[in-house]
């Protein structure tokens, strides 16, 4: 059994910057960030592989986010720079015991999620 506590997310206005943070409990997982906006899918953001330390990004926030992790406190962080108003969404964690290949991945395949932190970008 994984938990994710996420932690991160408030309002800021465009071309600023915010950085989320989620925390796994119960073993070391890989581990990815998605978004939902309202009357949307939920959408992938970045993802990193806990094994090999492999990154996939969305198009969508190539150059903009940053993914990362703290190996000693099973904990990934997602910085976010250059805001804009179409990044306005919940955001959450998700987690994956096996995992290697996120790019495409549908957030129906994963079974691990934290509870969402909301991201507002003002124009």
């Known amino acids: 059994q994984v938990q994710l506590v996420e932690s991160g997310g408030g309002l800021v206005q465009a071309g600023g910057s915010l950085r989320l943070s989620c925390a796994a409990s119960?073993?070391?997982?890989?581990m990815g960030w998605f978004r939902q906006a309202p009357g949307k899918e939920r959408e992938f953001v970045a993802a990193?592989?806990?094994?090999?330390?492999?990154?996939s990004y969305a198009n969508s926030v190539k150059g903009r986010f940053t993914i990362s992790r703290d190996n000693a406190k099973n904990t990934v962080f997602l910085q976010m720079n250059s805001l804009k108003p179409e990044d306005t969404a919940i955001y959450y964690c998700?987690?994956?015991?096996?995992?290697?290949?996120?790019?495409?991945?549908?957030?129906?395949?994963?079974?691990?999620w934290g509870q969402g932190t909301q991201v507002t970008v003002s124009s």
């Open positions: 998700a987690a994956d015991p096996a995992r290697q290949l996120w790019t495409g991945v549908h957030a129906s395949e994963l079974h691990y």
């Open positions: 990193i592989v806990w094994s090999s330390g492999t990154i």
């Open positions: 119960g073993r070391s997982v890989s």
